[in-house]
């Protein structure tokens, strides 16, 4: 029904940059809030930075400054500029959307990409 792909991520050195981006496809109507959590092992899904459609980003606060989160509603599609990687930022990271689809008109339910690890090695 929907999909959301992620693409990016890899093996990058303390302090080198890196993009994720997800794409949102399907019988979409709208998207609502897109965003991205990471998680490593034995800890919560913790959520990194979300944007509303239209609406003012959010960070959390290790990440601030470092990170940027934008949307392209044209192309269904979340980005992650990450910048000035820490080792402590190694996860496996998830895109998330609020998406409205045919099927369940005026309801939004929550997507999730597949996941795609980012190592930083210090």
């Known amino acids: 029904q929907v999909q959301l792909v992620q693409s990016g991520g890899g093996l990058v050195q303390a302090g080198w940059s890196l993009t994720l981006s997800c794409v949102a496809s399907g019988s979409i109507i709208s998207i609502g809030p897109m965003a991205w959590y990471r998680q490593v092992p034995g800890k919560e899904r913790e959520l990194v930075a979300s944007?509303?459609?239209?609406?003012?980003?959010y960070y959390v606060a290790s990440v601030k400054g470092r990170f940027s989160i934008s949307r392209d509603n044209a192309e269904n599609t979340v980005y992650l500029q990450m910048n000035s990687l820490k080792p402590e930022d190694t996860a496996v990271y998830y895109c998330?959307?609020?998406?409205?689809?045919?099927?369940?008109?005026?309801?939004?339910?929550?997507?999730w990409g597949q996941g795609t690890q980012v190592t930083v090695s210090s």
């Open positions: 998330s959307a609020d998406v409205e689809t045919e099927v369940r008109r005026r309801f939004f339910e929550t997507y």
């Open positions: 944007v509303a459609n239209g609406g003012r980003p």
